[in-house]
């Protein structure tokens, strides 16, 4: 069924809508799979005696389904559209709650964060990421922004989260979280549409095709890069870009899993360790917005490898942090959050200019299983240095570290050369 959704011109571009969507689909689903996770770390412990290596695999599951399955759903997003992914994920990501609700050993653990890790890949920000390049290509640093920070806001759900365990146990809490995601997300799905030529708009809600050569006017012709997935997979370009990216994402899902048990072995409260929980994603929404605003006005390359230095700085404040000099919080928050959050939005700004949007979804899918890598090492790598050690300390070191070999190799990234293809 096609709706009609060519309006007149002072009507609200159908785009934005999207993104709105978008947006909220970020913000549950961020909160509750990504950043939630880190509120039943403990409760899980204390109830079964687990190891934290153990519970921090759980996480890695999570990251190893969506990273295989991602260049998979950036395929399908291509070819079908954004709907009805985000529709079968819903459910799907919901049913996954549900399971782990019931869980009673490590292994129905596990298989829970498998489904949760399915239904999540089918509304991943590939998807999401897509379904805005294919409406944006001016605009598309603004409207990425946009969009990712419904990630950052959901950093709001972390408390509530908290709080929703401490008074109705972890089982119902991810019972009625789950029930969220039936009611949230799915009416959200419908409002996605694949691409605005198939209703009669153009990217930015243009009125006419600038990718046609005007007649006796002298005018440039202006032709979209659009690269096959094969091609970008061949280029220099895409590989620094995407391994610099896995070395993000595997400090970024050490420190999101390990944040609230990290405080807590230092002294603060649950209470202290959930509101720096949600601290880190609002705080991103700075660098989500600002650091993009910069990528418009400078060499992206250089943008980006600044926040690979603020993620390591900000790292190195977490490593010296005790309860004694708790204010090394603030300038970890800052450095920190705006440095990954600045990345997010780089990324789908350096691939949609970079390779176009005919096959983002592809490209941007396999970007995003190559950065599962690091999603799925780093959780139990720092449940692996605290269960020897008893401190956390040094993985943060390592990861600071992490952070400028990342940026090493943003700043040795190859002139692109698909700007021919």
């Known amino acids: 069924m096609r709706f009609n959704l060519n309006w007149k011109p002072h009507k609200v571009f159908y785009g934005w809508w999207i993104i709105a969507a978008c ?10 799979i990504f950043y939630g996770f880190t509120a039943i770390f403990e409760p899980l412990i204390n109830e079964f005696d687990w190891s934290y290596t153990q519970v921090s695999f759980a996480a890695s599951l999570r990251g190893l389904e969506m990273g295989l399955l991602a260049p998979v759903v950036g395929i399908l997003t291509d070819r079908w559209g954004p709907r009805r992914l985000i529709f079968a994920g819903a459910i799907i990501t919901g049913l996954g709650l549900l399971l782990l609700s019931q869980t009673s050993s490590i292994g129905m653990l596990y298989g829970a964060f498998i489904l949760v890790a399915l239904g999540m890949s089918a509304s991943s920000a590939t998807v999401l990421t897509t379904a805005v390049a294919n409406w944006f290509h001016k ?4 409207a990425s922004g946009i969009m990712i920070c419904g990630y950052g806001f959901s950093g709001l759900l972390v408390p509530l989260i908290v709080n929703l365990i401490d ?3 972890w089982r119902m809490s991810l019972d009625i979280l789950a ?4 009611v949230i997300c799915l009416p959200l799905s419908l409002v996605m549409r694949h691409k605005p030529e198939q209703y009669g708009y153009l990217p930015d809600g243009e009125v006419k095709d600038v990718s046609t050569q005007e007649n006796d006017t002298g005018m440039k012709q202006v032709l979209e890069v659009n690269a096959k997935p094969v091609q970008a997979l061949k280029s220099g370009f895409f590989w620094h870009i995407a391994l610099a990216l896995a070395c993000q994402s595997m400090a970024l899902s050490a420190v999101i899993t390990h944040v609230m048990p990290f405080l807590g072995s230092v002294g603060f409260s649950r209470t202290t360790s959930a509101l720096i929980a949600s601290g880190i994603p609002l705080v991103s929404i700075a660098g989500r917005l600002g650091i993009g605003a910069l990528g418009d006005r400078h060499d992206k390359i250089w943008v980006t490898a600044g926040c690979f230095a603020l993620m390591s700085l900000g790292l190195l404040c977490f ?3 005790s309860f004694t000099n708790s204010w090394l919080l603030i300038p970890f928050l800052i450095l920190f959050s705006i440095g990954y959050g600045g990345n997010n939005t780089m990324r789908v700004s350096l691939l949609r200019e970079t390779f176009g949007r005919q096959h983002f979804g592809s490209i941007h899918g396999f970007t995003i299983g190559i950065m599962m890598l690091g999603t799925i090492a780093g959780p139990p790598l720092a449940g692996y240095i605290f269960d020897t ?11 600071s570290g992490l952070a400028v070999a990342a940026l090493t190799i943003i700043i040795t990234t190859p002139k692109n050369s698909t700007q021919t293809i």
């Open 179 to 182: 029930i969220g995601m039936f």
């Open 167 to 169: 008074s109705y146990g």
């Open 23 to 32: 947006f909220l689909i970020a913000l549950y689903t961020g909160g509750v």
């Open 389 to 399: 050690r008893g401190s956390y300390q040094l993985i943060w070191f390592i990861f």
């Open 139 to 142: 605009k598309i640093s603004l």
């Open 319 to 321: 490593g010296f942090l």
